[in-house]
Protein backbone atom coordinates (compact mmCIF):
# COMPACT_ATOMS: atom_id res chain seq x y z
CA UNK A 1 0.00 0.00 0.00
CA UNK A 2 0.92 3.88 -0.28
CA UNK A 3 2.59 5.30 2.43
CA UNK A 4 4.11 8.57 3.48
CA UNK A 5 6.38 8.34 6.87
CA UNK A 6 7.72 11.27 8.43
CA UNK A 7 10.02 9.70 10.69
CA UNK A 8 10.15 12.16 13.78
CA UNK A 9 7.00 12.77 15.05
CA UNK A 10 8.54 15.76 17.20
CA UNK A 11 12.34 16.88 16.40
CA UNK A 12 13.89 19.19 19.52
CA UNK A 13 17.13 20.81 18.49
CA UNK A 14 19.05 24.06 20.40
CA UNK A 15 18.58 27.60 18.03
CA UNK A 16 21.59 27.91 15.71
CA UNK A 17 21.71 24.42 14.63
CA UNK A 18 20.41 22.83 11.40
CA UNK A 19 17.28 20.56 11.81
CA UNK A 20 16.76 18.09 9.26
CA UNK A 21 13.59 16.36 8.64
CA UNK A 22 12.90 13.20 6.76
CA UNK A 23 9.95 12.43 4.10
CA UNK A 24 9.78 8.68 2.98
CA UNK A 25 7.93 7.11 0.83
CA UNK A 26 6.46 3.48 -0.96
CA UNK A 27 4.23 2.81 -3.92
CA UNK A 28 4.55 5.98 -4.82
CA UNK A 29 6.31 7.77 -8.46
CA UNK A 30 5.62 11.12 -7.76
CA UNK A 31 6.37 14.13 -10.38
CA UNK A 32 7.39 16.82 -7.67
CA UNK A 33 7.43 17.02 -3.69
CA UNK A 34 6.62 20.14 -1.39
CA UNK A 35 7.05 20.97 2.12
CA UNK A 36 4.50 22.34 4.34
CA UNK A 37 4.81 24.57 7.22
CA UNK A 38 1.65 24.35 9.84
CA UNK A 39 1.19 26.49 12.98
CA UNK A 40 -1.34 25.60 15.54
CA UNK A 41 -4.90 26.32 14.23
CA UNK A 42 -3.39 27.09 11.07
CA UNK A 43 -3.39 26.12 7.50
CA UNK A 44 -0.43 24.88 5.87
CA UNK A 45 1.75 27.01 4.22
CA UNK A 46 3.69 26.30 1.07
CA UNK A 47 7.52 26.05 1.63
CA UNK A 48 8.93 24.68 -1.67
CA UNK A 49 8.61 22.48 -4.38
CA UNK A 50 11.36 19.89 -6.02
CA UNK A 51 10.69 17.92 -9.32
CA UNK A 52 11.65 14.28 -9.68
CA UNK A 53 14.03 15.90 -11.94
CA UNK A 54 15.92 18.18 -9.26
CA UNK A 55 18.53 16.84 -6.89
CA UNK A 56 18.13 19.81 -4.20
CA UNK A 57 16.39 22.78 -3.99
CA UNK A 58 17.34 25.95 -1.87
CA UNK A 59 15.67 29.05 -0.45
CA UNK A 60 17.13 31.34 2.32
CA UNK A 61 17.89 28.72 5.10
CA UNK A 62 15.80 26.30 3.37
CA UNK A 63 17.03 23.35 1.26
CA UNK A 64 15.41 20.29 0.43
CA UNK A 65 16.66 17.44 -1.35
CA UNK A 66 15.04 14.87 -3.77
CA UNK A 67 16.29 11.27 -3.63
CA UNK A 68 14.16 9.22 -6.68
CA UNK A 69 15.82 5.94 -5.76
CA UNK A 70 16.32 6.26 -1.95
CA UNK A 71 12.34 7.32 -2.06
CA UNK A 72 13.29 10.27 0.28
CA UNK A 73 13.80 13.71 0.71
CA UNK A 74 15.28 15.48 3.25
CA UNK A 75 14.31 18.99 4.67
CA UNK A 76 16.90 21.24 6.65
CA UNK A 77 16.73 24.57 8.27
CA UNK A 78 20.14 25.92 8.37
CA UNK A 79 20.98 28.26 11.73
CA UNK A 80 17.47 27.66 13.28
CA UNK A 81 15.61 29.96 14.98
CA UNK A 82 12.78 29.64 17.85
CA UNK A 83 10.96 31.50 15.22
CA UNK A 84 10.92 28.38 13.50
CA UNK A 85 8.86 26.02 15.13
CA UNK A 86 5.83 24.03 13.79
CA UNK A 87 4.85 21.20 11.97
CA UNK A 88 6.32 20.26 8.32
CA UNK A 89 4.63 18.55 6.60
CA UNK A 90 5.86 16.77 3.48
CA UNK A 91 3.77 16.25 0.27
CA UNK A 92 3.59 13.98 -2.78
CA UNK A 93 1.89 14.17 -6.31
CA UNK A 94 -0.22 11.30 -6.07
CA UNK A 95 -1.43 11.70 -9.83
CA UNK A 96 -4.89 13.10 -9.42
CA UNK A 97 -4.43 14.63 -5.86
CA UNK A 98 -1.52 15.46 -3.05
CA UNK A 99 -1.21 13.23 -0.32
CA UNK A 100 0.31 14.78 2.96
CA UNK A 101 2.45 13.22 5.45
CA UNK A 102 1.53 13.09 8.89
CA UNK A 103 4.12 16.55 9.60
CA UNK A 104 7.22 16.27 12.07
CA UNK A 105 7.08 18.43 14.87
CA UNK A 106 9.58 20.92 15.36
CA UNK A 107 11.04 23.25 18.41
CA UNK A 108 13.79 25.20 18.46
CA UNK A 109 14.73 26.17 21.79
CA UNK A 110 16.49 29.31 22.45
CA UNK B 1 -9.24 39.24 0.51
CA UNK B 2 -5.59 38.49 -0.21
CA UNK B 3 -5.88 34.53 1.24
CA UNK B 4 -8.31 31.76 1.35
CA UNK B 5 -10.95 32.16 3.90
CA UNK B 6 -13.23 29.31 5.30
CA UNK B 7 -16.65 29.65 7.70
CA UNK B 8 -17.44 29.20 10.13
CA UNK B 9 -14.19 28.79 11.72
CA UNK B 10 -15.84 26.77 14.62
CA UNK B 11 -19.12 24.48 14.85
CA UNK B 12 -20.29 21.96 16.97
CA UNK B 13 -23.25 19.94 15.37
CA UNK B 14 -25.38 17.18 17.45
CA UNK B 15 -24.79 13.86 15.76
CA UNK B 16 -27.23 13.65 12.99
CA UNK B 17 -27.37 17.35 11.87
CA UNK B 18 -26.54 18.52 8.37
CA UNK B 19 -23.61 20.85 8.20
CA UNK B 20 -22.37 23.36 5.23
CA UNK B 21 -18.97 24.41 5.51
CA UNK B 22 -17.75 27.33 3.21
CA UNK B 23 -14.41 28.52 1.09
CA UNK B 24 -14.06 31.57 -0.34
CA UNK B 25 -10.49 30.44 -2.88
CA UNK B 26 -8.39 33.15 -3.86
CA UNK B 27 -9.89 35.29 -6.90
CA UNK B 28 -9.14 33.73 -10.43
CA UNK B 29 -7.82 30.13 -8.89
CA UNK B 30 -8.67 27.84 -11.28
CA UNK B 31 -8.04 24.49 -8.59
CA UNK B 32 -10.01 23.94 -5.30
CA UNK B 33 -9.19 21.39 -3.18
CA UNK B 34 -10.83 20.41 0.08
CA UNK B 35 -9.25 17.95 3.20
CA UNK B 36 -9.86 16.59 6.79
CA UNK B 37 -7.15 17.08 9.44
CA UNK B 38 -7.90 14.57 12.17
CA UNK B 39 -5.63 16.01 15.24
CA UNK B 40 -1.81 15.36 14.42
CA UNK B 41 -2.52 14.00 11.22
CA UNK B 42 -1.50 15.79 7.82
CA UNK B 43 -4.40 17.05 5.72
CA UNK B 44 -6.32 13.85 3.91
CA UNK B 45 -7.35 14.93 0.24
CA UNK B 46 -11.55 14.77 0.04
CA UNK B 47 -12.14 16.54 -3.37
CA UNK B 48 -10.43 18.33 -6.24
CA UNK B 49 -12.80 20.97 -8.53
CA UNK B 50 -11.09 22.42 -11.81
CA UNK B 51 -13.64 25.45 -12.29
CA UNK B 52 -16.74 24.64 -11.43
CA UNK B 53 -16.12 20.80 -12.55
CA UNK B 54 -15.17 18.42 -9.84
CA UNK B 55 -12.96 16.52 -11.26
CA UNK B 56 -12.22 14.15 -8.62
CA UNK B 57 -14.13 13.20 -5.25
CA UNK B 58 -12.40 9.88 -4.61
CA UNK B 59 -11.27 10.94 -1.08
CA UNK B 60 -15.05 11.57 0.41
CA UNK B 61 -15.44 9.15 2.81
CA UNK B 62 -18.63 8.47 2.63
CA UNK B 63 -22.13 9.56 0.35
CA UNK B 64 -23.00 11.81 3.34
CA UNK B 65 -20.02 14.44 2.34
CA UNK B 66 -21.14 16.17 -0.81
CA UNK B 67 -19.32 19.42 -2.51
CA UNK B 68 -19.65 21.56 -5.05
CA UNK B 69 -18.37 25.11 -6.75
CA UNK B 70 -21.04 25.83 -8.86
CA UNK B 71 -19.83 29.07 -10.38
CA UNK B 72 -15.85 28.12 -10.45
CA UNK B 73 -15.45 30.50 -6.98
CA UNK B 74 -16.72 29.86 -3.57
CA UNK B 75 -17.11 25.97 -2.62
CA UNK B 76 -19.45 24.79 0.05
CA UNK B 77 -18.54 21.02 1.83
CA UNK B 78 -22.12 19.89 2.97
CA UNK B 79 -22.03 16.81 5.48
CA UNK B 80 -25.24 15.25 5.87
CA UNK B 81 -26.43 13.51 9.19
CA UNK B 82 -23.43 14.01 10.89
CA UNK B 83 -21.41 11.30 12.97
CA UNK B 84 -18.65 11.72 15.88
CA UNK B 85 -15.75 10.11 13.71
CA UNK B 86 -16.55 13.58 10.99
CA UNK B 87 -15.25 15.49 13.89
CA UNK B 88 -12.00 16.93 12.27
CA UNK B 89 -10.52 20.31 10.48
CA UNK B 90 -11.77 20.29 7.12
CA UNK B 91 -9.17 22.74 4.90
CA UNK B 92 -9.63 24.23 1.73
CA UNK B 93 -7.09 24.82 -0.29
CA UNK B 94 -6.82 27.03 -4.09
CA UNK B 95 -4.32 26.80 -6.91
CA UNK B 96 -3.87 29.13 -9.69
CA UNK B 97 -2.77 26.58 -12.04
CA UNK B 98 -5.15 23.55 -13.36
CA UNK B 99 -1.98 21.49 -12.76
CA UNK B 100 -1.08 20.10 -9.56
CA UNK B 101 1.97 20.67 -9.31
CA UNK B 102 1.75 24.29 -8.01
CA UNK B 103 1.66 25.33 -4.47
CA UNK B 104 -1.64 25.27 -2.93
CA UNK B 105 -3.03 28.59 -0.68
CA UNK B 106 -5.04 26.76 2.41
CA UNK B 107 -7.30 28.34 4.46
CA UNK B 108 -7.40 28.62 8.15
CA UNK B 109 -10.00 25.62 8.01
CA UNK B 110 -13.25 25.03 9.63
CA UNK B 111 -12.90 22.96 12.84
CA UNK B 112 -16.03 20.75 13.45
CA UNK B 113 -17.17 18.61 16.36
CA UNK B 114 -19.88 16.52 16.35
CA UNK B 115 -21.38 15.19 19.57
Known amino acids: SQKIEQNSEALNI???????????YTNYSPAYLQWYRQDPGRGPVFLLLIRENEKEKR???LKVTFDTTLKQSLFHITASQPADSATYLCALDGGNDMRFGAGTRLTVKP | GAGVSQSPRYKVAKRGQDVALRCDPISGHVSLF???QALGQGPEFLTYFQNEAQ?????LPSDRFFAERPEGSVSTLKIQRTQQEDSAVYLCASSLESEHSYEQ???????????
Open chain 1, 59 to 61: KER
Open chain 2, 105 to 115: YFGPGTRLTVT
Open chain 1, 14 to 24: QEGKTATLTCN
Open chain 2, 55 to 59: LDKSG
Open chain 2, 34 to 36: WYQ
